[in-house]
């Protein structure tokens, strides 16, 4: 059976290039190197697929052939004022190019993903700026790794393996032998506290305490890479870390600012700080200053939650009063596997990352004004095309409401949320598994997507689907012109 | 300590790995569903609603209620504030504003839980219907 090696997952943003397919029967058997979410995508992507263009009628949606969904889809998006185009994250660079093009093409609104996660951290970085450097320096290099309002096991499952702290890296080791004793040392707590339990059912035993419970953690002053996770909850990111601080609900900006008044030796006068005790934090700050190369690797944790892009700024202003005390680097853990390039292609063609609006016939960029749910909760757009994309599931309802209620076009692999609820609907090959493309890594790393079998018969890809798209509007434009004319 | 009551909590979304296995599975599958149609609380609010493991809750907030079923979270303690995984379940009654930079409220947002054991986790067509009515 053939094996295809150096594959590029495309999940997520940590963009994993090791992995292995074995193919059979041209389909895809068996996968190694990859987490549960790229197994899953792998194998079963081919579930839920839907094959043939469809067309709503009579409030049904029914198979139509391509050519009439694509006149169809060209006469509603070059026929409305105000159309959004929103997606792009989870598809190709080459992708993302045309849609910008059809965008300019009809004086709609372009955005992508960002606007929805890491939106406020680009606002953020346009703000303050961003020390930053690729995963493979922090592999080597780093020595405290901080994930801050993220979930790498949950979200980004090889990202800890890979990139930081279990990763053997030239000049930094692996932690895993220490993460094993400590598991095992758990387990074997957690066993003990069983079999007390069924002795004495009646006297209460102590359980696993967080390490904001019982007070500073030894581990921190460990040698070697030290993991700090810093969340609102404890994740299984947070089982596995040297140290954890459990912040309350959206006070990540007070405890930010609280670590940069510490790094600068300023006194806190208070006993604690969003629920934290100083004492703790001025455990954490230390081993910030003491370490050789620092990481904050921060989540959605920051950018959703109250204080939004600005406690992105005050995180990014942490990284940068710590580089004058040592070598710290920042990056948001970006999601979708290609939300960094679609904000690298919109920045490229447009000068602006996402939320690109065209009406004036120039890209102007106000965030707030010109991004998907703004336009939607003001009831602003009068078609959509959706690309690569959920927002039906994803956003928040008021805003996929309008989204419905407009003429609606959805080009995916699969019949999701999205697709099940638009007017017209197009078939496309899966990114990375049936195209090839280009995808770039949550460090703006380009890495090439590879295609490892064949896609369905009659199947495109987005880039296709677009490409045929935009010459079907310009012709309908035309069309519209010389009819404008003869009258 | 009263049973059965309705109280504030602090609603959180966010990605689980059984969430993000079951969407790439595809979002009509049994694993997705099963995954995003749960919230995880404290055990300590458990025993305040009065309610075991696989019970029923109502989740509401200024944005509307949602019926899930109420998990015991793995990984306490957190009082006071309860999980749900991305899904158009939660989405359902997140909070729309986006202070102006574009980006909706969808962690920290004020909501309130009771038990509603007779009430059933409408499926993802139903819910489409009961949101958007005309499909």
């Not at chain 1, 979410?37 to 052939?65: A, D, Q, W």
């Not at chain 1, 596995?240 to 790094?263: G, H, M, S, T, W």
């Not at chain 2, 609380?41 to 309610?51: A, Q, Y």
């Amino acid at each position: 059976m053939p094996i295809v090696r150096a594959v590029t997952c495309p999940v997520c943003g940590s963009l994993c290039d090791d992995i292995e397919l074995t193919i059979k029967n041209k389909r895809i058997v068996k996968v190694k190197n990859g987490c549960s979410m790229c197994e899953s995508k792998f194998l079963g992507y081919s579930g839920h697929r839907l094959l043939k263009p469809l067309i709503r009628k009579s409030g049904t949606l029914v198979e139509v052939p391509f050519k009439e969904a694509l006149v169809k889809a060209a006469e509603v998006l070059a026929e409305a004022d105000y159309p959004l185009l929103y997606g792009w994250s989870s598809t190709s660079c080459e992708a993302t190019r045309v849609g910008i093009e059809l965008a300019e093409e009809i004086g709609g609104v372009i955005d992508n993903t960002s606007t929805v996660c890491h939106g406020p951290s680009v606002l953020g970085i346009q703000d303050v700026g961003i020390p930053s450097c690729t995963l493979g320096q922090i592999r080597h290099r780093a020595d405290l790794v901080i994930y801050w309002g993220s979930n790498p096991w949950s979200a980004h499952p090889r990202h800890i393996e890979r990139y930081t702290t279990l990763s053997e890296g030239k000049f930094e080791r692996s932690e895993w032998r220490s993460y094993v004793t400590r598991t095992k040392a758990a387990t074997t707590k957690k066993k003990v506290e069983s079999a007390l339990r069924q002795v004495s059912p009646k006297k209460k035993i102590s359980v696993s305490s967080t390490p904001v419970e019982r007070g500073p953690c030894p581990a921190i002053l460990k040698a070697g890479r030290k993991l700090i996770v810093i969340d609102v909850r404890k994740t299984r990111t947070a089982e596995i870390a040297d140290y954890f601080i459990q912040v309350e609900p959206n006070k990540d900006y007070e405890l930010l600012q609280a670590f940069r008044a510490l790094i600068r030796d300023q006194e806190i006068e208070t006993d604690k700080v969003a629920g934290v005790p100083v004492e703790y934090l001025e455990e954490v700050s230390d081993a910030m200053i003491g370490c050789n190369f620092g990481v904050i690797f921060f989540g959605l944790g920051l950018t959703m939650s109250k204080g939004k892009l600005r406690n992105v700024d005050a995180a990014l202003h942490l990284a940068r009063d710590l580089n004058a005390r040592t070598k710290f680097v920042i990056m948001p853990m970006r999601g979708h596997f290609n939300v960094s390039g679609a904000d690298t292609v919109f920045l490229w063609q447009t000068g602006y990352p996402y939320a690109v609006d065209f009406s004036l016939g120039y890209p102007r960029y106000n965030p707030g004004e010109t991004s998907a749910i703004d336009v939607l909760l003001r009831k602003e757009s009068d078609a959509a095309l959706v690309i690569a994309s959920d927002p039906v599931s994803n956003f928040p309802r008021k805003a996929a409401e309008h989204l419905v209620n407009s003429p609606l076009i959805a080009i995916d692999p699969h019949m999701n949320t999205t697709s099940q609820m638009a007017d017209i609907v197009f078939p496309s090959a899966f990114v990375g598994i049936e195209v090839s493309g280009t995808a770039y890594r949550m460090d703006h790393v380009p890495l090439p997507l590879k295609k490892v079998v064949e896609p369905p018969r009659g199947v495109l890809s987005d880039e296709e689907i677009l490409r045929r798209l935009l010459l079907e509007v310009r012709k309908v434009k035309k069309r519209k012109q010389l009819r404008t004319e003869v009258k | 300590m009263e049973a059965n009551s309705k109280f504030k909590v602090t609603l959180l979304t966010g990605r689980t790995i059984e969430q993000g296995v079951g969407k790439e599975r595809g979002k009509a599958s049994e694993d997705y569903f099963k995954s995003v149609t749960v919230c995880y609380v404290d055990p300590v609010d458990m025993k305040r609603l009065g309610i075991r493991g696989g019970t029923n809750v109502r989740v509401s907030t200024d944005n509307g209620s949602v019926i899930l079923k109420a998990l015991k979270s793995p990984r306490g303690p957190h009082t006071g504030v309860i999980f749900i995984p991305y899904g158009v379940w939660a989405n359902a009654i997140v909070s729309t504003e986006t202070d102006s930079v574009g980006m909706p409220s969808l962690k920290g947002i004020p909501a309130e839980i009771e038990p509603a054991p007779d009430k059933a986790v409408l499926g993802l067509s139903e819910l489409l219907r009961e949101q958007f009515g005309k499909r």
